[in-house]
């Protein structure tokens, strides 16, 4: 370690042939010697339609996270969000080309982001909620980490499909590191201030209607989540409270009304040229 | 606010680096949360695999009055250097 310059000095030992890097070289595709061909007995239909709808999933997240480019409370946790916000979309991309090989159309991962209309989304509807402050979105990325991760951690022993597996593999240290980042602000707000406290009370309260939503009828998926989120409020001094969920279901095409401007806006510029690369 | 929460020095190690080197500083409120904005901001591109972080105000430094009855004296002293001897090619980070 001779050289004093900071990122020279992180560079060294990497690979010569990696060399236009900078720094921070080394990286690895995820389905790498991943076999692609879609099992047999897998029913081509529903795996592509659930690819779809996680990839919506975190498409949607993805899109509110990106909204708070510019207007976070700190520039620390601007880039944070928008962190955990690119994790996401990546997801979304390999999701999504996954949806496309194994629905026989070929579609490509932009023709399902920027070309199909809110109702066919079928992503669930606490994504696409608002953020009214930063207390609901650390707040529901909060639940919905804790959802996806717990799933992904299921899927990724248990799915048939190996890439699927493969996808949420890598999706699962990722989202551990987004409830981890998510709970520690839950914690730091309700147990913070008066007015902190208030907000993510008023933004557990919000989010309550639409948890069920995302255990369908899977009994032991919610226990496991519900434990954590439990654990969290806990520690925070709240409650997600026990409330009706709201009727219909995102799975099945039922949307708020706030998810097609979301729309507008993230696919308004492929739309305008759809013959633009980049 | 950005007033209120006090500055770290945040210090990574790269993958196959032999110490951690500083890379930057950051506003934290406190060290749980330094590190994590650490991770978000100094390790996105893969760089690291340990970091540090240390409150700015921890640090206590040479000043520049201080250079020259400080680092002057070892200018000379060429007979400090191990140029003398013939290091083998396996040995590396002398």
Not at chain 1, 178 to 204: F, K, M, P
Not at chain 1, 212 to 224: K, M, P, Q, S, Y
Not at chain 2, 22 to 44: E, F, I, K, P, W
Not at chain 2, 71 to 89: C, G, L, Q, W
Request: glycine letters at 6%; hydrophobic letters at 40%; charged letters at 25%.
């Amino acid at each position: 370690m001779s050289d004093d310059h900071v990122y020279l000095s992180l560079a060294e030992g990497h690979d010569d042939s990696d060399a236009r890097w900078a720094f921070g070289t080394g990286f690895e595709d995820p389905l790498h010697g991943v076999d692609q061909t879609v099992p047999e007995g897998t029913d081509s239909a529903q795996l592509a339609a659930y690819c779809l709808a996680l990839g919506d999933d975190a498409l949607v997240s993805a899109q509110r996270l990106a909204q708070w480019c510019t207007a976070a409370p700190e520039l620390e946790e601007e880039v944070a969000l928008a962190n955990i916000g690119l994790d996401l979309l990546g997801q979304t991309r390999l999701l999504y080309a996954r949806a496309g090989q194994v629905d026989g159309t070929g579609r490509g991962e932009d023709a399902y982001a920027y070309f199909r209309d809110a109702e066919d989304f079928r992503n669930v509807r606490l994504a696409e909620l608002p953020d009214g402050d930063f207390a609901f979105a650390v707040t529901r990325l909060l639940v919905l980490s804790s959802w996806r991760l717990a799933l992904f951690e299921r899927l990724a022993t248990t799915a048939s499909d190996p890439v699927l597996a493969a996808i949420a593999a890598k999706g699962v240290k990722e989202l551990a590191y987004h409830r981890q980042y998510a709970a520690e602000w839950v914690v730091r707000l309700g147990d913070g201030t008066e007015e902190s406290q208030r907000r993510t009370r008023d933004a557990l309260a919000a989010i309550a209607p639409y948890v069920d939503e995302l255990f369908a009828d899977d009994g032991e998926l919610r226990i496991e989540v519900l434990a954590v989120l439990r654990q969290v409020t806990d520690a925070a001094g709240l409650v997600l409270p026990e409330v009706a969920p709201v009727p219909g279901h995102g799975r099945d095409g039922d949307r708020t009304e706030h998810l097609a401007p979301l729309l507008a806006e993230l696919q308004s510029v492929a739309r305008a040229d759809p013959e633009a690369t980049w | 606010m950005t007033r209120d929460w006090p500055l770290y020095e945040v210090f990574v190690r790269g993958k196959r680096g032999l110490n951690h080197v500083h890379v930057g500083s950051l506003h934290a409120a406190d060290d749980a949360m330094a590190l994590t904005h650490a991770r978000d901001l100094y390790t996105r591109r893969n760089e690291g695999v340990s970091i540090w972080v240390v409150r700015s105000e921890h640090i206590a430094a040479s000043t520049r009055d201080e250079k020259d009855p400080f680092f002057a004296p070892s200018a000379d002293k060429v007979y400090r250097h191990p140029t003398f001897y013939d290091i083998p090619d396996d040995v590396p980070h002398i």
